[in-house]
């Protein structure tokens, strides 16, 4: 592989800025174009707000990558595949740079920045049989055989979390598609659209969604307009700088960012459902890549933040450590009054609070999986 050692940044082929190695090669350097400060907007406010000035990352916790730049590149199953995939061609991913990886994703990421100098592994196709992708991500996730892993990659679009995934475009929209790992339940599909119908019905927001072939759970892309345009998206983590690794989140942290962003009670409402959705249905891996901001154009031209639809919605006892991996009011065993507190904090008053919590309450139907929340009028 050609060493890279710069990288441009787009967005829909407007020049963002640059990303370059700090002298002694340990972090990144990132510098706005003149242009996108005049006329963009801040890709990560708080990390890189929008000033002509030269940022540098920290060494921790992504390894010298900005946090919004760490958002575009594969982790958990995409990278084992990039891992895979690069090992094919001669090449040890253990000491490549977080430019050369990010050149690799170039303008196949999700969300909408993209990367030039781009680095292509090797030519691949799209696959539309799911039975097939879902047999060759068993066969390379055991490790009977990885010829395959550039094709899966590829497919995956370099998306991230632990499953294996694939993206595809039909006549309906733009849709991922999430396949089981080798210790996930055959019914593991049904299981996140089940979760995703109750979701809907307790009044939070979750994009369109299908089951294909009676078992592979498909939800729809949000970092893409119907007409396939991308739209910038940046996880909790990336924006607040936190690795998986180490979940130091609170509830109470997330809906601060949230009205921060936003400037949107209504967002810190819904950040504040999903929360009591995830305790009360016991899906414990609501870290911090799993919830993700959008900026869009409003009415009058300006690039405006949003809060993301909700995703990765399942059961998930086993969490970290057996907790769930953001807290509420710093505990993983709140109670209601551990709720108000949260809400509370961010001027959501206590009546709205209990409105909430008992409109998600009374809708979890057989997902009512946490009963140490209950409130005295429910006992």
Known sequence: MRKIDRLTVKYHNDVVGVISHTPDDKCLAFEYDPIWIAKGFSISPLELPLKNELFLSKPTPFHGNFGIFEDSLPDGYGRYLLHKALLREGVDDKSMTAI??????????????????????????????????????????????????????YNSGNSG????????????GHWLVKFRHTYDPKDMGKQEFHYNEIARKCGIDVPDFKLVNDKYFTSRRFDLTAEGERIHTATAGGLLCLSLSEPVLDYSNLLALTGYLTQSSKCVEEMYRRMVFNYLTDNKDDHCKNFSFLVRKDSNG???????????????????????????????????????????KI??????????????YQNCDDLLLYTGIISNHHK
């Open 100 to 153: 050369e990886r990010l050149s690799i994703v170039g303008n196949c990421g999700m969300g909408a920045l993209t990367y030039e100098p781009e680095t292509i592994i090797s030519k691949e196709e799209g696959i539309m049989d799911f039975d097939l992708l879902q047999e060759k991500a068993l066969e390379v996730l055991r490790e009977q055989q990885d010829s395959d892993a550039g094709l899966l990659l």
């Open 161 to 172: 979390g632990c499953r294996p995934k694939a993206i595809f475009t039909d006549e309906d």
């Open 302 to 344: 300006k690039f405006v933040w949003h809060l993301a639809p909700a995703y990765d919605l399942t059961l998930c006892t086993e969490g970290y450590n057996g907790q769930h991996a953001t807290s509420a009011n710093q505990t993983g065993y709140p109670t209601l009054q551990d709720f108000i507190a949260v809400g509370t």
């Open 347 to 360: 001027k959501m008053t206590e009546k709205r609070c209990k409105e909430i919590f008992d409109e998600v």
